[in-house]
Nanobody, 125 residues
Framework: QVQLVESGGGSVQPGGSLRLSCAVS????????IGWFRQAPGKEREGVAC????????KYEGSVKGRFTISRDNGKNTVYLEMNNLKPEDAAVYSC??????????????????WGKGTLVTVSL
């Protein structure tokens, strides 16, 4: 059974940084994709970043380019989302998803098949 567990959320001031982790277990393939998503109150879920674990190719949503970095440690079956220069509009529940590839045409889920429960990020003074 595939399980994803997020951690690292918290409360920061604008301009601050956080690193989120997504620990994956039960996935038997060496080559898969992990995406990070966020959902703010009253808004639909949106994809933030995605990475293919085999080659490290990454994709980012426009508003986070240059501020967020997605990376993976295949030995630990963990994917990270480094978030810098956080803005109040970045506040949301962040979750990770696992699938076979990053389908950017599906902005809300990138075509992921498995999901974690999420971790809360708040950005305020």
């Amino acid at each position: 059974q595939v399980q994803l567990v997020e951690s690292g959320g918290g409360s920061v001031q604008p301009g601050g940084s956080l690193r989120l982790s997504c620990a994956v277990s039960g996935w038997s393939l060496d080559d898969y994709a992990i995406g990070w998503f966020r959902q703010a109150p009253g808004k639909e879920r949106e994809g933030v970043a995605c990475i293919k674990t085999s080659d490290g190719i990454t994709k980012y949503e426009g508003s986070v380019k240059g501020r967020f970095t997605i990376s993976r440690d295949n030995g630990k079956n963990t994917v990270y989302l480094e978030m810098n220069n956080l803005k109040p509009e970045d506040a949301a529940v962040y979750s990770c998803g696992a699938g076979f590839w990053c389908n950017e045409a599906r902005r809300g889920d990138y075509g992921m098949d498995y999901w974690g429960k999420g971790t809360l990020v708040t950005v305020s003074l």
